[in-house]
């Protein structure tokens, strides 16, 4: 069984800085699979960053050179740092992780509880 925390968010002010973090425990080999969404009251969800193992990493150009996805592998956590904020990055973040469970690759993959982030003008 896997569990998993998002923590981080708040508020700022514009041009302020914030770190999620998703931490996964349990039945945890490693997270292989990490999208970032934001979501605003009626307005579809949007994905704003994703990090797959191997290397891959893909931003969308609205946060694109202001948002770095790391990880710590031996902690299970992975992180949005978000940078140079704007009020239109105000949100409700959620992670949505695949993660690997054993070593047959059999994987589990599942949502954060999604954090409020605010960024004043």
């Known amino acids: 069984q896997v569990h998993l925390v998002q923590s981080g968010g708040g508020s700022v002010q514009y041009g302020g800085s914030l770190r999620l973090s998703c931490a996964a425990s349990?039945?945890?080999?490693?997270?292989?699979?990490v999208e970032w969404y934001r979501q605003v009251p009626g307005k579809q969800r949007e994905l704003v960053a994703h990090?797959?193992?191997?290397?891959?990493?893909n931003y969308a150009d609205s946060v694109k050179g202001r948002f770095t996805i790391s990880g710590d592998k031996a902690k299970h956590t992975v992180y949005l740092q978000m940078n140079d904020l704007k009020p239109e990055d105000t949100a409700v973040y959620s992670c949505?992780?695949?993660?690997?469970?054993?070593?047959?690759?059999?994987?589990?993959?599942?949502w954060g509880q999604g954090t409020q982030v605010t960024v004043s003008s």
């Open positions: 949505n992780v695949v993660v690997l469970i054993d070593q047959l690759g059999s994987t589990w993959s599942g």
């Open positions: 349990g039945s945890v080999v490693s997270i292989n699979d």
């Open positions: 990090s797959a193992d191997g290397g891959f990493t």
